[in-house]
């Protein structure tokens, strides 16, 4: 280490605006543990057992904090009158590999809010009710498609897969006005879940060796070489389908309707470009597709794996309708145990375990009652919120009935002190997510669906992949795992 080196580790430790905040030494020098951890697919793990070392706030980079209290939430993430959004770490970003536009997931300041004003509408009640028909048809699809894979596997199904297919089909209909209905092609295996899962690990990686130049761009070099020739397959489809919705007249509202007479090659407020819209049509189908996936085939698993709260849901199903045909997007609303074993499956296993790190504006913050100098970097973890002891009692156990309230019959007061308000899986503020209410639609209908058809329980409790299945690896999102069960007919 060169005398240069040594001055700057030790005005990193001992004097750097963030030398107050504790976390290991090596982690306040440099960030390539941060990197070796986000390369492993682990970093929440890391931030979990330095949270249990150092506490409520812990410094995990140079320049960057993390935390875990509830209050973070509104600190950070949510609007305030007394100072400006906070903009996400341009570092952090993925950025999209087609035409260069941005999504609603990468876009800032006014090219975010232009965007965010054009597709609001797409998740308005409105497009909601117009989507109730797909949904219960493709749920339908989903317990047929079931039925099928109970018969060829002998009674065994990985209803990852399925549930993989449903939020696929759905997806697609919603952002391009055209299925591919997977569900009804049994003689077929889709890969587009894990290839959805390729492209966020390549695309974590890259972010995390951009702070490493040139590694990035040697890593974003090799992908532009290796996947050229499908990429442009790929990019020639996603143009010729979006022509072909906007071109079409359809009977009910989705991703496209608000956008189809707001498309502008100039970008102004309230318009946006044809390149915008792929994008963002891309962006919101993988979203979709892997967030809902893995918010689903936890709820599964989890239900497999714990009777007691298998039995209490198959009871509140089974009891409120009298025919399968009852189901559906309004009727599911009533279901209160059903939304809160959703709601636990979130809490225990998020779709995207990763910090969301923002950048402290001019003048600093107060995070949590700490004050932050201006510049710096500040978030938190999903999975680190929702399954800290300091938020949740049994924060790794599911226990759907800490989400009831007094009067319900399951309730359990041991959960009585939880907060609540640490808890919020779709994120708040202006980037919270749009599609909450779509998701909440599906997952309802489709895991009603599955409990009132058949009873199942894991094929495997006992085996390693049973009982490590939620010690996912994420790159982005959490890494696909089979959730394979015994299914029988329950009628």
Do not use: C, M, Y
């Given at each position: 280490m060169s005398l240069l080196d040594k001055v700057l580790s030790i005005y990193l430790v001992c004097f750097h605006p963030l030398s107050r905040y504790p976390g290991p030494k090596l982690w306040a020098i440099c960030r390539l543990p941060w990197a070796y951890h986000v390369l492993r697919g682990d970093l929440w793990h890391a931030y979990d057992r330095l949270h249990d070392i150092y506490g409520p706030v812990v410094r995990v980079a140079p320049n960057e904090l993390t935390f875990i209290a509830p209050e973070t939430w509104q600190d950070v993430y949510a609007l305030s009158?007394?100072?400006?959004?906070?903009?996400?770490?341009?570092?952090?970003?993925?950025?999209?590999?087609?035409s260069g536009a941005d999504?609603?997931?990468?876009?800032?300041?006014?090219?975010?809010?232009?965007?965010?004003?054009?597709?609001?509408?797409?998740?308005?009640?409105k497009s909601l009710r117009d989507q109730t028909e797909n949904i219960h048809d493709t749920s339908t699809a989903f317990i047929q498609r079931l039925r099928h894979e109970k018969v060829?596997?002998?009674?065994?199904?990985?209803?990852?897969r399925i549930l993989g297919y449903a939020a696929f089909d759905l997806g697609s209909d919603f952002t391009r006005g055209e299925s591919p209905k997977t569900l009804e092609k049994p003689n077929e295996h889709h890969e587009f879940i894990h290839n959805f899962f390729m492209h966020a690990t390549v695309g974590t990686t890259k972010t995390c060796l951009d702070r490493y130049w040139p590694l990035g761009e040697i890593l974003l070099g090799w992908v532009t070489w290796a996947t050229a020739k499908q990429r442009k397959a790929n990019a020639k489809d996603s143009w010729a389908r979006m022509e072909r919705r906007l071109a079409t007249e359809v009977s009910r509202s989705d991703f496209i309707t608000p956008v189809a007479d707001k498309i502008s090659e100039s970008g102004t407020k309230g318009t946006m470009t044809k390149a915008e819209v792929l994008v963002n049509q891309l962006a919101v189908l993988v979203a979709h597709s892997q967030l809902t996936t893995i918010g689903l085939a936890t709820t599964a698993f989890l239900l497999a794996r714990e009777k007691l709260q298998l039995d209490r849901l198959v009871h509140e199903v089974r009891s409120t309708f009298e025919r399968e045909s009852d189901i559906t997007v309004t009727s599911t609303k009533t279901l209160v145990y059903l939304e809160a074993v959703i709601q636990e499956a979130l809490r225990i296993n998020h779709p995207t375990p990763s910090s969301m790190p923002?950048?402290?504006?001019?003048?600093?913050?107060?995070?949590?009652g700490h004050f932050v100098p201006e510049g710096n970097i500040v978030g938190l973890s999903l999975y680190n919120i929702h399954t800290r002891p300091e938020n949740f009692y049994k924060p790794l156990e599911f226990h759907p009935e800490r989400f009831l309230d007094k009067s319900h019959p399951y309730y359990d007061p041991q959960f009585a002190n939880d907060r609540m308000d640490a808890f919020k899986p779709f994120s708040t503020g202006p980037r919270g997510c749009l599609g909450n209410k779509l998701f909440w639609a599906e997952a309802r209908v489709l895991i009603a669906?599955?409990?009132?058809?058949?009873?199942?329980?894991?094929?495997e409790p006992d085996s390693k992949e049973s009982i490590t299945w939620l010690r996912q690896r994420a790159w982005l999102v959490c890494e696909p795992k089979p959730v394979k069960v015994h299914l029988n007919e329950a009628w």
């Open positions: 009158k007394t100072r400006p959004q906070l903009d996400k770490d341009p570092k952090a970003q993925l950025k999209p590999l087609i999504s609603l997931f990468t876009a800032v300041g006014d090219d975010h809010r232009r965007i965010k004003g054009v597709f609001v509408g797409a998740f308005a009640d060829k596997g002998q009674g065994v199904v990985d209803l990852h923002r950048i402290v504006p001019k003048g600093g913050l107060s995070v949590a669906r599955l409990v009132w058809t058949f009873n199942f329980e894991l094929a």
